[in-house]
């Protein structure tokens, strides 16, 4: 079946370094990926999103590609910032017929220190 | 417009007991989907629920059961509760007829079982 893995956390970084989440999946075709974030006590909030092959999702100085060789979506972002401190969830859409259904990672706790 | 609600926010039960859970999905939305977050993992699929029926279930036994009402809302009921249930309950919401199955969470509720 369909499923998502992501790196191990927890990830600590200083304001302002580069941050890098990978996330790598095994699905048939070529479903739509999805970044989440959850911030502490709150639910999941869509971070950015990529249909199809070689698309680039970005919201909010984050950004990934959907690279169809690798089977990878991983999460980037140049300059972190102490409020991005969260918890990252890579999804793929693993629909099937009528049904839509999100196929989660288990999440990477990023820590942003001041 | 208001977003996906739940209710109520946090709930303890014991062992043994039946718990039912609300949500309210977003404006224009007519499907809804439950998933299941223990703690340190990423949510896991429990049901879909579009035009009051059920049309998708992940890997959970049947006393995990749901309804949704006509005015889209929906229900989520565990019957003979475990220690195991514990976990942060996820409501999604989205339009069935969207051309990517993006899903709008809700703050989720907390289910501590003793």
């Known amino acids: 079946g369909d499923s998502v893995t992501q790196m191990e956390g927890p990830v600590t970084l200083s304001e302002e370094a580069f941050l890098t989440i990978n996330c790598t999946y095994t699905a048939t075709g070529y479903p739509s990926l999805f970044w989440y974030v959850q911030y502490p006590g709150e639910g999941l909030q869509l971070l950015l999103k990529a249909t199809k092959a070689d698309d680039k999702g970005s919201n909010k100085g984050f950004e990934a590609t959907y690279r169809k060789e690798t089977t990878s979506f991983h999460l980037e972002k140049g300059s972190v910032q102490v409020s991005d401190s969260a918890v990252y969830f890579c999804?793929?859409?693993?629909?099937?017929?009528?049904?839509?259904?999100?196929?989660f990672g288990s999440g990477t706790q990023l820590t942003v220190l001041p | 417009d208001a977003g996906v609600t739940q209710s109520p926010t946090h709930l303890i039960k014991t062992r043994g007991q039946q718990v039912t859970l609300r949500c309210s999905p977003k404006?224009?939305?007519?499907?809804v989907s439950w998933y299941q977050q223990a703690l340190g993992q990423g949510p896991q699929f429990i049901f879909q629920?579009?035009?009051?029926?059920?049309?998708q279930r992940g890997n959970f036994p049947d006393r995990f059961s749901g309804h949704q009402f006509p005015n889209y809302s929906s229900e989520l009921n565990v019957n003979a509760l475990l220690l195991g249930d514990s976990a942060l309950y996820l409501c999604a919401s989205s339009w069935r007829l969207a051309f990517y199955n993006e899903q709008f969470f809700g703050p989720g509720t907390r289910l501590t079982v003793l």
């Open positions: 629920y579009y035009e009051e029926e059920e049309r």
């Open positions: 404006s224009g939305h007519d499907t």
């Open positions: 999804a793929l859409d693993s629909s099937s017929g009528s049904a839509r259904q999100l196929t």
